[in-house]
């Protein structure tokens, strides 16, 4: 059932995202059905020919999204959630989650440019020195306040230019779902503070007598695109007099 995997090494995308990848759409496609054991850590090993902290960081995310659960001594299984849920396709959007609740909201696009990534965005979107990227910058405010900016960056080989009417009126999910018709097959995120750079509380509108902590938020969306697959990378800047995160589960 697991035989028809190989690791592709012309691909960008770490190893680990490939398991990840292979294994979500085995998954989907009710290939690996709900309450099917995997096999143990050392035999997926074995199977897909990659390292135990491969297998074991690919698990790591499945486990996360709710496709698996994983138990000392019981063994891994597909879950129920991972049949019933679309919690991978459903990336959350701060916009549309606002908008649902019936807050103003406006945006206002700071940037869209090619540009030569840092080496850090290089590593972020795991593309080598002589790829492009589109950057765009935006800035979201709610009821006339300023709430946080986005500087988003997407591999230029696949994303050329993103029309400002979407860029202005939709979320960055609705613009590669129903603009781009890219899937989102993994999303990863990391939230902690940061002290603001001189241009981020300007636009931002931080006062002198306010905190001058932000959160910065860290999102990684890995896309299939015609059986092209790549990575998205954001930061986002939120205000810290002005936001506030809720983790439920």
């Known amino acids: 059932m697991l035989s028809d995997f190989s690791i592709d090494k012309s691909n960008r995308l770490p190893y680990y995202c490939q398991v990840y990848d292979y294994l979500f759409k085995k998954i989907k496609n009710g290939d ?3 309450g099917f054991q995997l096999p143990n850590e050392l035999e997926l090993c074995d199977e897909f020919k990659v390292s135990r902290t491969t297998i074991r960081e690919a698990l790591r995310e499945l486990e996360l999204n709710g496709y698996i659960t994983r138990g000392r001594g019981r063994g891994t299984f597909i879950s129920k959630k991972s049949v019933e849920s679309s919690a991978l396709q459903k990336v959350s959007s701060i916009v549309d989650e606002l908008k649902e609740k019936g807050v103003k909201t406006e945006t206002s696009i700071l940037a869209q440019e090619i ?6 965005i290089q590593r ?9 990227a589109l950057y765009i910058e935006r800035l979201m405010s709610a009821e006339n306040e300023p709430l946080y900016i986005t500087r988003a960056y997407f591999p230029y080989d696949v994303f050329k230019e993103i029309d400002k009417k979407y860029l202005v009126n939709l979320s960055f999910t609705k613009i590669l779902e129903e603009y781009f018709k ?28 306010e905190k001058k902590v932000v959160s910065y938020l860290q999102t990684f969306w890995t896309f299939d695109y015609n059986g092209k697959t ?3 990378y954001f930061e986002e800047y939120f205000k810290s007099t002005n936001s ?3 983790f439920e589960s």
């Open 115 to 120: 540009i030569e990534p840092a080496e850090r």
């Open 182 to 209: 890219v899937t989102i097959i993994h999303r990863k995120r990391v939230l902690q503070p940061d002290i603001p750079d001189k241009k981020t509380i300007e636009i931002l509108q931080i006062k002198k007598n």
């Open 32 to 34: 690996l059905k709900e």
């Open 244 to 246: 506030k995160f809720v």
């Open 230 to 232: 790549g990575i998205i």
């Open 124 to 132: 972020k979107l795991n593309i080598d020195k002589n790829t492009k």
